[in-house]
């Protein structure tokens, strides 16, 4: 992390991440703001098809694994600052029915 970047503290970082369009997926690591690209429709439709026939083979439903992954991911990114919210990756990982 730049000097700049520590002289600026936490508050005038957050206020610069506040400001970011509407939208946009970002985080705050390490005292930088990175921001994080949407997948392309088409990585999404590849990922939905194969968590589909991926699923069926094993025997557990992989698309509502899928939907309930990115549903995880996208609660972390609207926490307000200081919020304590126990999230266990490891539930991402689980297959239902185990």
Known sequence: MS???ED???DALYARYRALPE???AEIARGEIRTLPRPRPRHVR???????RLGGRF???AAM??????HAAD???HLEPFDAVPFDVG????????
């Open 3 to 5: 000097d700049a970047a």
């Open 8 to 10: 600026q503290g936490f």
């Open 23 to 25: 939208g946009t997926k």
């Open 46 to 52: 590849a990922a939905s098809v194969l968590g589909i």
């Open 59 to 61: 025997g557990w439903d």
């Open 65 to 70: 694994w899928v939907v309930r992954a990115n």
């Open 75 to 77: 609660d972390v990114a």
């Open 91 to 98: 539930s991402l990982w689980r297959v239902p029915g185990d």
